[in-house]
């Protein structure tokens, strides 16, 4: 197992026998996943993705990847939410948050379309003059605002710089497979093309090409990442209340919901987990969020955010469960240097390893935040190496499903998300919005 759950820490919040009470609902949640019989079950294409996904279009991503890694010194991602996040999430993870600096002989990537700032992509051009470029556009829709403002601008900027002929070649597209602006476009300019499954949601999309393109350009592992993912779907196939960490974990979330914990707090002690964070509230709060239901994902890095977030957390108001994802073996680590005058009295520490000081610093942490009031549960990951990765995406996929059944909602679709885009082309004058404009603009001026 590359990724166990310990539920100690919750002992005292969750007692045996609720866990017992509701297993049946959890078994049945499991089953409905399982048999496509549940709300959204055209979306259920994660769940054997790990093993049957197109190995054709996998080599295929494979050579992508190695020609930008020979042609580009920059690769520009454009996507949003599940068109980015787990990408970036992966490749932080797997390579570094610093990847841009690490020493490294694959391209920098940058990360564009996923806000409408004109200050962000103003400084990602910057970054990008005098350099070679290719794009990795990613939208299944292919009709989403942000990424596909940024498009215009790239491909605007790779057809001057390399003439449309050299623009094609540095452009690889990521979207549907037969239907949308970005395919039809792709197909007529003739750009690279890599398919988001129809049966495949954004925010379940890491382990298709919308991340592996983008992270195999990182030079991460992704069959290693695929394998990882594959052994994690064979161990959690069948319910098992005691020994399926996937029921167990959707089983102590849901019970300490409804006890009133509103909030689940994703903790990490690496920053490196930073993006992960992102793409876990992404997954958990679209699939949760909706019918006036669902925990609030939210997240935090320890100890950074000891010293911000850590007094709320020990003594603020009890409405939050800990979920902390603690690996076991750091990627790199060393011996913190003794220093002679011992000024600051760490002397004490001197010749241990820098991880040993984590784990002490999670252990005393844990300890203090339950003795707070504060349920914990623990998510062991052996390493942050691409098997584990692609072993942990999958158990947070999961429980995800499960979870969205044992409330009630269907956790693959997201229709809150459609409020805000139509009010923006609205004000924006956007033609067919008129009289929705003219009542906005009205309750601005208010
Ligand atoms: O999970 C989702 O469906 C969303 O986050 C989408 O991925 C996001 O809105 C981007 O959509 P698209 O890929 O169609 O551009």
Same mark, same amino acid.
Request: with cysteine; proline share 4%; hydrophobic share 40%.
């Given at each position: 197992?590359?990724?166990?759950?310990?539920?100690?820490?919750?002992?005292?919040?969750?007692?045996?026998?609720?866990?017992?009470?509701? %297993?049946?609902?959890?078994?049945?949640?499991? &089953?409905?996943?399982?048999?496509?019989? !549940?709300? #959204?079950?055209? $979306? /259920? +294409?994660?769940?054997?993705?790990?093993?049957?996904?197109?190995?054709?279009?996998?080599?295929?991503?494979?050579? %992508?990847?190695?020609?930008?890694?020979?042609? &580009?010194?920059?690769?520009?991602?454009? !996507?949003? #939410?599940?068109? $980015? /996040? +787990?990408?970036?999430?992966?490749?932080?993870?797997?390579?570094?948050?610093?990847?841009?600096?690490?020493?490294?002989?694959?391209?920098?990537?940058?990360?564009?379309?996923?806000?409408?700032?004109?200050?962000?992509?103003?400084?990602?051009?910057?970054?990008?003059?005098?350099?070679?470029?290719?794009?990795?556009?990613?939208?299944?829709?292919?009709?989403?605002?942000?990424?596909?403002?940024?498009?215009?601008?790239?491909?605007?900027?790779?057809?001057?710089?390399?003439?449309?002929?050299?623009?094609?070649?540095?452009?690889?597209?990521?979207?549907?497979?037969?239907?949308?602006?970005?395919?039809?476009?792709?197909?007529?300019?003739?750009?690279?093309?890599?398919?988001?499954?129809?049966?495949?949601?954004?925010?379940?999309?890491?382990?298709?090409?919308?991340?592996?393109?983008?992270?195999?350009?990182?030079?991460?592992?992704?069959?290693?990442?695929?394998?990882?993912?594959?052994?994690?779907?064979?161990?959690?196939?069948?319910?098992?209340?005691?020994?399926?960490?996937?029921?167990?974990?959707?089983?102590?979330?849901?019970?300490?919901?409804?006890?009133?914990?509103?909030?689940?707090?994703?903790?990490?002690?690496?920053?490196?987990?930073?993006?992960?964070?992102?793409?876990?509230?992404?997954?958990?709060?679209?699939?949760?969020?909706?019918?006036?239901?669902?925990?609030?994902?939210?997240?935090?890095?320890?100890?950074?955010?000891?010293?911000?977030?850590?007094?709320?957390?020990?003594?603020?108001?009890?409405?939050?469960?800990?979920?902390?994802?603690?690996?076991?073996?750091?990627?790199?680590?060393?011996?913190?240097?003794?220093?002679?005058?011992?000024?600051?009295?760490?002397?004490?520490?001197?010749?241990?390893?820098?991880?040993?000081?984590?784990?002490?610093?999670?252990?005393?942490?844990?300890?203090?935040?339950?003795?707070?009031?504060?349920?914990?549960?623990?998510?062991?990951?052996?390493?942050?190496?691409?098997?584990?990765?692609?072993?942990?995406?999958?158990?947070?996929?999961?429980?995800?499903?499960?979870?969205?059944?044992?409330?009630?909602?269907?956790?693959?679709?997201?229709?809150?998300?459609?409020?805000?885009?139509?009010?923006?082309?609205?004000?924006?004058?956007?033609?067919?919005?008129?009289?929705?404009?003219?009542?906005?603009?009205?309750?601005?001026?208010?």
């Amino acid at each position: 197992m590359a990724v166990s759950l310990l539920t100690k820490y919750a002992a005292d919040f969750v007692a045996p026998h609720e866990v017992e009470a509701i %297993a049946p609902q959890v078994a049945a949640a499991h &089953a409905t996943l399982h048999q496509g019989t !549940g709300l #959204g079950s055209g $979306y /259920l +294409g994660w769940l054997d993705l790990p093993i049957h996904y197109d190995r054709e279009e996998f080599a295929r991503i494979q050579q %992508a990847a190695d020609w930008i890694q020979q042609n &580009a010194q920059v690769l520009i991602v454009i !996507g949003i #939410g599940g068109s $980015y /996040l +787990g990408a970036r999430a992966a490749i932080e993870l797997l390579r570094s948050p610093q990847y841009n600096c690490i020493k490294k002989n694959t391209p920098d990537i940058y990360y564009a379309g996923n806000s409408i700032s004109p200050t962000h992509l103003s400084e990602i051009l910057e970054i990008c003059e005098g350099k070679d470029i290719a794009v990795n556009v990613i939208s299944k829709s292919g009709t989403t605002t942000e990424p596909a403002l940024a498009f215009r601008v790239f491909r605007d900027l790779l057809e001057k710089k390399y003439g449309k002929e050299g623009a094609k070649k540095r452009i690889f597209a990521t979207t549907d497979k037969a239907k949308g602006t970005l395919k039809e476009l792709s197909d007529r300019e003739g750009y690279a093309t890599f398919v988001i499954p129809d049966d495949v949601g954004g925010r379940y999309s890491v382990l298709t090409a919308v991340g592996l393109l983008p992270i195999a350009v990182a030079g991460a592992d992704i069959a290693a990442l695929m394998e990882g993912a594959a052994a994690a779907r064979e161990a959690y196939m069948d319910f098992d209340m005691e020994k399926n960490d996937v029921d167990r974990y959707a089983a102590y979330r849901n019970i300490l919901y409804r006890k009133g914990r509103s909030t689940e707090l994703l903790v990490s002690y690496e920053p490196a987990f930073t993006m992960m964070n992102e793409w876990w509230k992404q997954l958990f709060g679209e699939s949760e969020g909706k019918d006036n239901k669902g925990l609030f994902p939210a997240s935090v890095v320890f100890s950074t955010d000891l010293h911000s977030m850590g007094q709320f957390i020990q003594e603020g108001s009890r409405v939050m469960f800990e979920t902390v994802v603690q690996f076991k073996e750091p990627r790199k680590d060393f011996f913190i240097p003794d220093d002679p005058e011992n000024l600051d009295g760490l002397n004490f520490l001197s010749g241990q390893n820098m991880s040993i000081v984590n784990r002490r610093a999670f252990e005393g942490t844990v300890l203090a935040h339950t003795q707070g009031g504060v349920p914990n549960l623990v998510l062991e990951v052996k390493d942050t190496h691409e098997f584990a990765v692609g072993w942990l995406i999958y158990f947070f996929e999961k429980p995800c499903g499960i979870s969205g059944y044992l409330l009630g909602v269907n956790p693959f679709n997201q229709p809150g998300v459609e409020s805000y885009k139509k009010n923006m082309f609205a004000l924006l004058g956007k033609p067919g919005y008129e009289e929705m404009r003219a009542a906005l603009e009205a309750r601005l001026q208010k």
